[in-house]
């Protein structure tokens, strides 16, 4: 029809998600995320309207009123298109900490959260740097060795949660008693370690990430330098600490990787049968599964992948062995045989070492001239006849004393002898 408009199809799809939306029914029950602490909770709920995830929420908490932020639902048909299962929530929280993970049913889900209660957190939290710049006048005042992290404030305004550090056990009811007074609240007092202080206060890491401990990790365990060194990561403290001054929690992402193929691998000094012979493993590299092998008949050491060897008993190493020995011993007595005198060919004129005399002994011996003895009876050498010196040296000898000299000479006649 002229003149009509043909929806696109981006426009079709989005009719279709509405309808697909109008369908279905307000979730029962919610997980959601709230508090500084990134607490987690599964709370019922009994609204019309259908959050999805990312949706803020206003939960009815152990703690009081505040404001959260929807992750899933547990129920089939609810308003959230990545539901889950029940029986899914448990097993990721079972794999994630088991009892250590930060998990509640304890609440409920009042509303989904209006611009009202956005702009009343946003007011409550701008006062945040007057109540840190008090408290801390307080401290220096009190002289308490604490550290003052960060303050919570509830929507409800039934509490006011301070989080700090220290390395002892610190008596602050004086300084809560001086802050009830001064806010006409509940005061809460809660210590934290290293790991809560950059969950709290850190941002970015050192791969551009946002901290694991502020974005999705809940248990924080501790990390031990076994697992730097399996990975062959730098062992310096400055490379491989957090924000939190601790050995990164990534580290043990891959420790059970890790852990599993370096099982995989043979020790060093072990003996292998590789493609090109056995050989005694001296190094090797986890993530590639390669292993360096020092061959025994060759000089420099030969990379194998870790399918391409078979590791040998002793066994098997002693055959080898032995069979190594006797190949030498073979190459010995061939290489002895090579250095006895050949037997002549018949036909073929002898040499003066090869004749013998009548009594046994070589023709050499035979035709050499008897040694004659001293006057003592002692033998004496036969003396080399001199030879002169050779033409080339008369020659040069010549050319030194120069031409010979008579009357005619330039320079006069020679002088008379004395």
């Not at 056990?169 to 370690?193: C, P």
Request: aromatic share 4%.
């Amino acid at each position: 029809m002229p003149g009509s408009i043909m929806p696109l199809p981006v426009m079709l799809e989005e009719e279709q998600d509405r309808q697909a939306y109008e369908q279905l029914e307000p979730p029962k029950s919610i997980v959601c995320r709230y508090g500084y602490m990134r607490m987690i909770a599964e709370l019922p709920y009994s609204g019309d309207a259908k959050p999805g995830c990312g949706s803020k929420l206003v939960v009815r908490s152990p703690r009081g009123m505040e404001l959260a932020e929807m992750l899933t639902t547990t129920c089939a048909n609810a308003g959230c298109g990545k539901s889950v299962t029940r029986k899914q929530m448990l097993q990721y929280i079972e794999n994630s900490g088991g009892k250590d993970y930060p998990f509640a049913t304890q609440g409920r889900v009042l509303r989904v959260a209006t611009i009202e209660d956005i702009n009343e957190q946003a007011r409550l939290d701008a006062r945040k740097p007057d109540m840190i710049r008090f408290t801390k006048a307080i401290l220096r005042e009190l002289d308490l060795p604490m550290r003052l992290i960060e303050i919570e404030l509830l929507l409800g305004g039934e509490r006011i949660i301070f989080h700090y550090t220290a390395d002892q056990w610190v008596d602050f009811r004086a300084l809560v008693k001086r802050l009830a007074s001064e806010y006409q609240t509940r005061i809460e007092m809660h210590q934290v370690n290293a790991r809560d202080e950059a969950r709290l206060v850190a941002d970015y890491e050192k791969c551009g990430q946002h901290c694991c401990c502020r974005q999705f990790l809940k248990v924080l365990k501790p990390v031990s330098m076994r697992s730097a060194k399996v990975q062959k990561a730098t062992l310096d403290p400055t490379k491989i600490s957090g924000r939190c001054g601790r050995l990164m929690c990534c580290l043990r992402y891959e420790d059970q990787t890790y852990s599993e193929l370096k099982k995989r691998l043979p020790h060093k000094q072990t003996r292998v049968m590789t493609e090109d012979g056995p050989g005694t493993v001296i190094n090797s590299q986890i993530l590639t599964q390669l292993i360096l092998v020092k061959l025994d008949d060759a000089i420099k050491p030969l990379a194998f992948p870790l399918e391409n060897i078979e590791k040998l008993t002793k066994q098997q190493d002693d055959e080898l062995q032995a069979k190594r020995e006797e190949a030498a011993a073979e190459r010995e007595a061939r290489a002895n045989r090579r250095r006895e005198p050949r037997r002549p060919h018949p036909g073929a004129p002898l040499k003066d070492q090869e004749v013998e005399s009548k009594e046994g002994a070589p023709a050499a011996s035979v035709n050499q001239e008897p040694s004659s003895r001293s006057a003592g009876g002692k033998a004496v050498e036969p003396r080399e006849e001199t030879r002169g010196p050779s033409k080339r040296k008369r020659k040069r000898r010549r050319k030194r004393r120069g031409p010979k000299r008579d009357g005619n000479s330039p320079s006069g006649p020679d002088k008379p002898a004395d």
